[in-house]
């Protein structure tokens, strides 16, 4: 009760876009993300307003990538902005004119959303853990490191149970991992996010679903680990493996080859301890 996702994730042939959380609370409202783009956060603003008459008090932003962060400038102010350790050089590093420019082009809809945008990287940045108490509500933000972007964050609400997990997993789709992303760091904050035992999960793209969605995930790099490290036994160089990564069971899942390579990389580099 109280707890929205707003996502669009039913468009064939298209990854699903990031996800935005809506946390109501006695006191006021908590967002997790702002929406893919300006004209989702309009959307979300618009929704939030029939939910409630409650200011939006906080917007915690999971990650420091474009399109979670850049309809910050939509809700704050008021809202106060909050990430974890690096957000703030994070959000300003990826910001790209360009990006904007090449999405306003797209129609008049997309140029009106941009109207008064600035970047807004988060008022406030925390390290390793941080609660937010609302209300009825406690809100525990979780540091995750190295698993996706510059700075990462989960948030656990212990007493409902739901569990907003970042970028640590998609539903059925290949994370695209950056060369200074680990594989054993994603593993070790999947392990951390199923302690917690939640009863939802949300990931950052895709529908809400269980912790079955952490399970898969971390079967699927024990999987890769496995797969790749016989083919480096077998003499096989890395471009090879891209070529035949040997992973038939996973021919259904989105993101596209480039993504995987990613993901074989980063299993290359762990097992050869690059």
Aim: hydrophobic share 35%; aromatic share 8%.
């Amino acid at each position: 009760e109280g707890i929205y996702v707003y996502g669009i994730d039913d468009h064939a042939g298209r990854d699903p876009t990031s996800n935005c959380g809506i946390i109501i609370t006695q006191e006021g409202v908590v967002l997790i993300d702002s929406g893919p783009n300006p004209p989702d956060s309009l959307i979300i603003l618009k929704a939030v307003k029939q939910l409630t008459s409650l200011p939006i008090r906080f917007l915690i932003n999971t990650e420091t990538h474009n399109d979670h962060a850049t309809g910050n400038f939509v809700f704050s102010p008021p809202a106060i902005v909050i990430g974890s350790t690096g957000a703030t050089a994070g959000i300003k590093n990826y910001y790209d004119p360009k990006r904007n420019e090449k999405l306003m082009a797209e129609s008049s809809e997309m140029r009106e959303a941009f109207r008064g945008f600035r970047v807004v990287p988060p008022h406030v940045e925390f390290n390793d853990r941080m609660i937010l108490h609302m209300g009825e509500r406690t809100l525990e933000l979780i540091q995750l490191k190295n698993i996706h972007s510059d700075a990462d964050t989960a948030i656990w609400l212990p007493k409902e149970g739901v569990l907003f997990s970042a970028a640590t997993a998609a539903v059925k789709r290949f994370g695209f991992l950056r060369r200074f992303v680990t594989i054993e760091n994603i593993k070790s904050d999947i392990k951390k996010l199923k302690a917690l035992n939640p009863d939802i999960v949300v990931p950052a793209h895709g529908r809400p679903t269980t912790v079955q969605l952490l399970d898969e995930t971390d079967k699927f790099y024990d999987v890769l680990l496995e797969r790749v490290g016989k083919q480096i036994a077998q003499g096989k160089s890395l471009e090879e493996i891209k070529k035949d990564p040997g992973l038939p069971e996973y021919k259904s899942w989105s993101g596209g080859k480039e993504r995987l390579d990613t993901n074989i990389e980063a299993a290359y580099r762990a097992l050869k301890n690059q």
